[in-house]
């Protein structure tokens, strides 16, 4: 089912919500519906307005292969009770739940939160096929520099997302724990779970 046509309540709030889902730049964007980057701009401010014809266009560009599923997971993460992110294969997060820094963060590279254990995490994700469909879950605990909390100590569960157009996203769901806890998911490592140990 396509989504096309669709109405945003908040136009400006919308249409940077779904650029950042695709993972383009406004400049990108622009350059996809020959228009300046400083109109993608103003749209997004809601300085300006695109006339009906052009909002359709936009919607039409920007929800080509998007379903109602990958609607819901975008859906589901930013509603998430605690800490739950979505990010792309290259780091760029797409949506996040009010806990985990909400739409502030959407746009931002994940690198910007990397500690090394969280690179450790993720090279070894990589290396078991995490975007080859031969990962369940990534299991493991890190400090992290939290937006407007300092340092927090947290155990990180990956799952891999994939989406209507093939692609597979990061699904991250990040929960505060206290310095037991932490200390003792700190000694277990990084648990790599593959599919087979679940199917």
């Not at 155990?155 to 310095?179: K, N």
Request: glycine letters at 8%; charged letters at 25%; aromatic letters at 8%.
């Amino acid at each position: 089912m396509r989504m096309a046509h669709r109405r945003w309540t908040d136009f400006p709030a919308g249409l940077r919500r779904v650029r950042i889902a695709n993972g383009l730049t406004q400049a990108q964007l622009a350059d996809q519906l020959g228009v300046e980057q400083a109109t993608v701009s103003r749209w997004e401010s809601g300085a300006q307005r695109p006339d009906p014809a052009t909002q359709d266009r936009i919607r039409d560009f920007l929800f080509h292969g998007r379903t109602a599923q990958d609607a819901i997971l975008f859906h589901s993460v930013r509603i998430a009770p605690g800490g739950r992110i979505l990010f792309s294969a290259d780091g760029l997060i797409l949506a996040a739940s009010q806990a985990a820094g909400g739409t502030a963060i959407e746009g931002m590279q994940t690198a910007r939160f990397r500690t090394p254990v969280t690179q450790a995490a993720w090279d070894k994700a990589v290396e078991a096929g995490f975007f080859r469909g031969d990962v369940a879950s990534v299991r493991f605990a890190s400090d992290l520099a939290a937006p407007g909390m300092g340092t927090i100590r947290a155990q990180f569960v990956w799952y891999p997302a994939r989406m209507s157009d093939g692609t597979t996203h990061v699904l991250a769901d990040i929960d505060i724990v206290d310095e037991e806890r932490f200390r003792e998911m700190r000694e277990a490592g990084i648990r790599v779970t593959l599919l087979d140990e679940v199917l």
